[in-house]
Nanobody, 119 residues
Framework: QVQLVESGGGLVQPGGSLRLSCAASTTLFSIYVMGWYRQAPGKQRELVAAITSGGSPNYLDSVKGRFTISRDNAKNTVYLQMNSLKPEDTAVYYC?????????????WGQGTQVTVSS
C-alpha cells in the first residue's frame, strides 16, 4: 500500500503564491512518477504537473511559467510551487503517484487540498 499526505493549500489573493507538498510512504513499491491533478467545481479532473523519478517534468499549458514541480526522491515527496495565481486556478488539488514493485503496481491518490484564489 501507499499512503499520501498532502499539505499547503489555502486561500490566497490573485498574484499570490502557495506551495503544495505531498509525502508518500510505502514499503512495497518504487515510485516512478509523482504529480498533481486538480478539479474545479463542475469540471473534470485535469493533470497540472508531473515529474518522473529522473526529474523530467511536464505541465498543463495554462500553468507553464507560473508553477514549478519538484521532488525529493530520498523523502518520496513532491512539491508544487504555484506563483502568480489566478482565480481560475481555484480547485481541489490532488497528489497522484505511480508505483511499481514485485507485487505489481498502480496509481494512488491523496485526499485533496483546497486552493482558493480570490480577492
Amino acid at each position: 500500500q501507499v499512503q499520501l499526505v498532502e499539505s499547503g493549500g489555502g486561500l490566497v489573493q490573485p498574484g499570490g503564491s502557495l506551495r503544495l507538498s505531498c509525502a508518500a510512504s510505502t514499503t512495497l513499491f518504487s515510485i516512478y512518477v509523482m504529480g498533481w491533478y486538480r478539479q474545479a467545481p463542475g469540471k473534470q479532473r485535469e493533470l497540472v504537473a508531473a515529474i518522473t523519478s529522473g526529474g523530467s517534468p511536464n505541465y498543463l499549458d495554462s500553468v507553464k511559467g507560473r508553477f514549478t514541480i519538484s521532488r525529493d526522491n530520498a523523502k518520496n515527496t513532491v512539491y508544487l510551487q504555484m506563483n502568480s495565481l489566478k482565480p481560475e486556478d481555484t480547485a481541489v488539488y490532488y497528489c497522484n503517484v505511480g508505483v511499481v514493485g514485485a507485487v505489481g503496481g498502480g496509481t494512488y491518490w491523496g485526499q485533496g487540498t483546497q486552493v482558493t484564489v480570490s480577492s
